[in-house]
C-alpha cells in the first residue's frame, strides 16, 4: 500500500489508566501509520514497562511519547482536533462518523494543518470542558446496547478509518491475478466435457440435453476461469473419463472370470 | 443508531491462543451488535475463566459460542465465509476491504444467507486450505511495516464496517435466484471429485497435490454454486467416473459376445 500521502493525526489520550492499553493503542498506531503519541496524566505514571510488554514491538511510538499536565498544553501545537467520545453533549459542536473525521483530518492535512485525536481515559472518558476545545465530535456507531468500547479499540477503528480514507481506494490485489479464459477456450472446456458426458450417458431424457447443458455452463461460467485453470478442467474431465476406462476394462475382466 | 436490519455474520476463530484475545473478540461483537462465535480448537480448552474477564461484560456471546474441531465443521452450515488474512495467496480468490467485504456480508444476509467471517490464530494465522474454503479474502489496508495487527482488532474493524455498513445500506449485490450451497455441501462435492481424481491417478506428482486440491477447490468455490448445480456436478463426477451404468452393460454384452 502507497504512504500517507498528508502528516498522519497526532492521537492524544487523556488520562489513561492501563499502562497496558497505552500499549495497545501504540500497536494499533504503527499498525496503521502513525507514530505521535501523546499522555494526559496517565494515571500510573510514565514511563511503565507494561505498555511495552502489550506494544508487540511497535515501541517507536512509546519511545517518542509525550506526557503533559493538561490537554490545553497536550493539543497547543494543533490546529484541528477531534474528541472521540459516545455520550451526548451540550456543545454546539459537528458530530461527525469516524468516517467523515478521517476526511476532515485527512482535508486539513492537505492544507498544512497539524490534526490530531482526542480519546478520553478508560473510565472517566472526557469532560465536556476538553470537548470543548475541540473543533468536532466523532462518535463510533456502537450499538446502544453495549457501549463499553475498550480504548484502544476505538483508536483502532479511527486509525483505520484514517489509513483507509487516505488510500481511497482497496490495498493492491497480493498479485493481480491472470485475466479469464477467452469464449473460446472455455467453450472448448464445456464442448470436451459435454462429449464425455454424453458418452456416459448423462443427457436424458434427451429432450433435457440443451437444458441441462445450457445450466452446466451458466453455472461454470460464473467462476471466469483462467486460461490455466481451464487447462486443469480439462486434464480434471480427461482423468475422469480414463478413470471411467480403468474401471471399465476391470470389470469387462472380471466378466472373463480375469482377477477381481 | 438503528438496529441491524440483516442478520449479522458469524465470527469464527481459528486456533485461537489466549482467552483475553478470545473476551475481546466477544467485547467488540457486542459492541457492534454480533452474537454468534465459533471458535476452533482453542489452544488451552474451553470454557476460560480469563474471557470472561476481558470480556468487560459481554458475557453472552462467550456463552453461547461453540466449539469446533476443524474449520470445514465451523462453517458447515454457513453459505459465504470471508478469510480475514493479511499474508499472499497463490489461491485466485477475491480481495476485499473491510468495507466491501462488510457490503458484501449485508447483501448476501438481505438474500436470506448464512455469512461468516473467519479469522486465523494470533501466531499461525489461516491456512491455504482454510482461506480455499472460503469465497474471499478481506485484507485490512494495513501499514506494510508493521503488520503485526491484534486478533481482537481485525475483529473490531471488520465488525465495525459491518455496522457502519449497514446504516448506508447498498443495493444488494449478489446475483438473483437460489442462494449458494452451505460450506459443507461444497467440501461433499470437493471430495468426492477428488477421490475420483485419484482413482483416476490425476494428483501428480504426489508432494503436489495438497496444491493442485487448493486451486481447483479456490476456482471452483468462485463460482458460488447452488445446492442442484452442487446435486448436478456430483453427477457430472459420477457419470465421468463411472458412466450410467449403459456404457458399462454395453462393453459387458460385447465381451459375453453379444451384440456390438
Redesign the interface.
Known sequence: ?AEASSPAPVIILNAPQLAENIG?VA??M????LADLRLVNPRDGWPQERAWASA???DWPLNAARVFGSVTEAIADLQAVFATTARPRELQLPVL???QAAGELIAGAEAGQKVGLLFGGERAGLETAEVALCQAVVT???????????L??AV??NV?EW??TQ?DR??P???E?PPPATAEALLGFYEH?ER??E????F?PPEKTPN?IQ??RA????????DQ?VR??R???T??????G???EK??RR??GGEA
Do not use: C, W
Open positions: 500500500m495497545a500497536r494499533v504503527a499498525n496503521f501509520g508487540s514491538g511497535a462518523t469516524p468516517r463510533i456507531p456502537i450499538d446502544p446496547r453495549f457501549r463499553s468500547l475498550n484502544a479499540q483502532a477503528i483505520y489509513r483507509a488510500a482497496p490495498p490485489n497480493f498479485r491475478g466435457l464425455e458426458l458418452t456416459a450417458g448423462f436424458h441441462m445450466n452446466l453455472a461454470l461460467g460464473r467462476a471466469r476461469f483462467t485453470e486443469t478442467l486434464g480434471v474431465v482423468a475422469l473419463s480414463r478413470g471411467r480403468k474401471v471399465l470389470i469387462a466378466k472373463d
